[in-house]
């Protein structure tokens, strides 16, 4: 799997300020198995950062855009709108799971207004822009097993936007419970 990760900061791409959360998200995807090919910092612009995630999208050589920073509800926070525009569809599942594993850890979780969507086959995956916010998003989706063809057997290419996403192989959470087979359900 190759990965691309997006800062998302007016501060950082200025030099104002240090990139925390974007060596955070390359580290854990690379800790997942994916070769993170590119990084990338770019301002609070809408057009700018729809313009970015479809230009690395459309490549075809790249199988996740992970980004950080820009969902929250200050007033220069796009990502959520940029990421739409830049979509084909949206997978709201991935980013309520977001949420909802966020909000165990901190109330502040609800007002991120991340969205998970794909791109013809990237899928693009905004996360907040704190460091830490970052590495509990990664160890959340890291939990997400690959989807599973009709006949039971592990998607290999294909999986996930028609490429293998994240870690192919379910990491036991605490939702899931193990049964006599010693196979993971939710």
Known sequence: MRAAVVTVSDKGYAGERE??????????LADL?????????????????????????????????????????????????????AIDYEVPGIAEVLRFEG???????????????VRGRCLIVNLPGSAKAVAEG???LGAIPAPRRQDGARRGPGAWGARPW?????TPCSRWRKRESASWRW
Do not use: N
Request: aromatic fraction near 2%; hydrophobic fraction near 40%.
């Open 19 to 28: 990139d925390r959360s974007g060596p955070v998200l390359a580290e854990a």
């Open 33 to 85: 198995g994916a070769e993170v090919v590119e990084r990338h910092i770019v301002p609070d612009e809408p057009e700018r950062i729809s313009a970015l995630l479809a230009e690395l999208a459309d490549r075809g050589d790249i199988d996740v855009i992970a980004t950080t920073g820009g969902t929250g509800i200050a007033p220069r926070d796009h990502t959520p709108e940029a990421t739409r525009a």
């Open 103 to 117: 909000y165990r850890k901190t109330p502040l979780a609800v007002i991120s207004r991340g969205v998970v969507g």
């Open 138 to 140: 990664m160890e959340t």
């Open 166 to 170: 994240l870690s192919a192989t379910p």
